[in-house]
């Protein structure tokens, strides 16, 4: 699994940016993907997460109803939808993949995840 994160940006309160993570490696077994972000002195934080059974899904209290995890299987790549982006959203964001455990799980931790993108910022003004 080599994950490759995209899509960040500047953009105004309100507005919206799609993000990419797209994995170039070989994986010939599904994976659960979570999103995290990290603001400049603050811990990297979970913000959404889906199973590699792709039956299960969390989002964070902060963006739910706001992002949305989704996936292309022909591109092998999962996105994070976010709309209606607000200053504190504010972050670098980093992709993960968990290739162990139930393939109905989602984790919430960093330690979790063996595989990261290399992160992408995402500044919102206000």
């Known amino acids: 699994v080599q994950l490759q994160a995209s899509g960040g940006g500047l953009v105004q309160a309100g507005g919206s940016l799609r993000l990419s993570c797209a994995n170039s490696?070989?994986?010939?077994?599904?994976?659960?993907v979570a999103w995290f972000r990290q603001a400049p002195g603050k811990e990297r934080e979970f913000v959404g997460g889906r199973s590699a059974r792709r039956d299960k899904t969390y989002y964070a209290d902060s963006v739910k109803g706001r992002f949305t995890i989704s996936r292309d299987n022909a591109k092998n790549t999962d996105y994070l939808q976010m709309n209606s982006l607000q200053p504190e959203d504010t972050a670098v964001y980093y992709c993960a993949a968990n290739t162990l455990g139930s393939v109905h799980y989602v984790g919430l931790q960093t330690g979790e995840y063996q595989y990261w993108g290399q992160g992408t910022q995402v500044t919102v003004s206000s």
């Open positions: 490696g070989r994986s010939f077994s599904p994976y659960a």
